[in-house]
């Protein structure tokens, strides 16, 4: 890997974390923890494991072009990502508090 090379590899292990936080929703809602508005959690959750994907693809894509607004939009990426997951988190979270 040259110097200049952005490590897409971080994100790979996010993209899996997210994709099991995905399954866990599921799992919640398939087993009856989670009644109401599951479908809309399952729907954040897999909405933050797509987002955490593009990570892939735009440092992916900074390797080969090696624009600088690319670093940007994935810092922008990021915390959108951490958002996105903490509405769903505490959505899920009140959710099984009350049930």
Same mark, same amino acid.
Not at 23 to 35: E, I, P, Q, T
Not at 44 to 50: G, M, N, Y
């Given at each position: =890997?040259? %110097?200049?090379?952005?490590? !897409?590899?971080?994100? &790979?292990?996010?993209?899996?974390?997210?994709?099991?936080?995905? $399954?866990?929703?599921?799992? +919640? =809602?398939?087993?009856?923890?989670?009644? @109401?508005?599951? %479908?809309?959690?399952?729907?954040? !959750? *897999?909405?933050? %494991?797509?987002?955490?994907?593009?990570?892939?693809?735009?440092?992916?894509?900074?390797?080969? #072009?090696?624009? #600088?607004? #690319? /670093?940007? @939009? /994935?810092?922008?990426?990021?915390?959108? /990502?951490? &958002?996105?997951?903490?509405? *769903?988190?505490?959505? $899920? /979270? $009140? +959710? $099984?508090?009350?049930?």
């Amino acid at each position: =890997m040259d %110097e200049g090379d952005f490590d !897409f590899r971080p994100y &790979s292990l996010l993209c899996a974390h997210k994709k099991m936080m995905t $399954l866990r929703a599921k799992f +919640l =809602m398939d087993k009856g923890y989670v009644r @109401k508005n599951a %479908e809309k959690i399952v729907w954040k !959750f *897999a909405e933050v %494991e797509k987002k955490a994907h593009s990570l892939i693809h735009m440092s992916l894509y900074y390797n080969m #072009t090696n624009k #600088t607004n #690319t /670093i940007y @939009k /994935i810092l922008q990426q990021i915390d959108d /990502i951490e &958002s996105t997951e903490r509405v *769903a988190l505490e959505h $899920l /979270i $009140l +959710l $099984l508090e009350n049930r």
